[in-house]
């Protein structure tokens, strides 16, 4: 089943510092997108990126997609407290999510 | 914008006894999700539906769980009988519900979280 993997499971980096995730997936795709979870809350949309793109930015965040090795990573620059969360992956086609990556900044 | 609503927030039952969920997505989503995320894993997709049509329920265990989208409008969501192992947290999400493109984003609730003693 196509399913979103996410890598590291954990990162703990200095606040100021980038953080980048990566994600897998298993077959051809139509768009990836990334979602954010603060403890105990719900799913957050971040972005959306297009089969068809390479790369897009929102804010602090990139993305980039590589449709050839079927990976996408999320870049976080300047990272910050509030970024504190679980960031999960997920493929329109099977709306499958993985066990996220748990990313913790240290003040 | 008012987003995804969902109730009860908490719920405890002992095993064995039926609970229900409530969802009430964005207005004017066709389409609405139900998940169920275990504690350390990631969201797991139960049914979704189009409008009130059911698109996919393959990972719905139909002998205990049933859901049901009248009017297209709100959902619930029940378990009958419940299971030690259905203590998780269900999140409903909705969507504007055309196929591939930024229509596809999921706005989430907040969530019910289920304990079965």
């Known amino acids: 089943s196509q399913q979103g993997e996410e890598d590291p499971q954990a990162l703990s980096i200095q606040e100021g510092e980038n953080a980048t995730m990566n994600c897998s997936y298993k077959?051809?795709?139509?768009?990836l997108q990334w979602y954010r979870q603060n403890s105990g809350r719900g799913l957050v949309h971040l972005i959306l990126?297009?089969?068809?793109?390479r790369e897009k930015h929102s804010g602090r965040l990139r993305v980039t997609l590589d449709t050839s090795k079927k990976s996408s990573s999320l870049l976080i620059t300047a990272s910050r407290a509030a970024d504190t969360a679980s960031y999960f992956c997920?493929?329109?086609?099977?709306?499958?999510f993985g066990t996220g990556t748990r990313l913790t900044i240290i003040p | 914008e008012a987003g995804v609503a969902q109730s009860p927030r908490y719920k405890i039952i002992e095993k064995r006894q039926s609970v229900a969920f409530w969802c009430n997505p964005i207005?004017?989503?066709?389409?609405l999700y139900w998940y169920q995320q275990i504690l350390g894993q990631g969201p797991k997709l139960l049914i979704q539906?189009?409008?009130?049509?059911?698109?996919?329920d393959s990972q719905l265990p139909k002998d205990r769980f049933s859901a049901e989208r009248l009017k297209g409008v709100d959902s619930t969501l029940k378990i009958q009988p419940a299971k030690l192992e259905d203590s998780a947290v269900y999140l409903c999400?909705?969507?504007?519900?055309?196929?591939?493109?930024?229509?596809?984003?999921?706005?989430f609730g907040p969530g019910t979280r289920l304990t079965v003693l």
């Open positions: 207005s004017g989503h066709a389409t």
């Open positions: 077959t051809s795709i139509n768009n």
């Open positions: 990126i297009r089969s068809n793109e």
């Open positions: 539906f189009q409008n009130n049509g059911v698109v996919d």
């Open positions: 999400a909705s969507s504007w519900g055309l196929a591939g493109g930024i229509t596809d984003t999921q706005y």
């Open positions: 997920a493929t329109r086609e099977k709306l499958t």
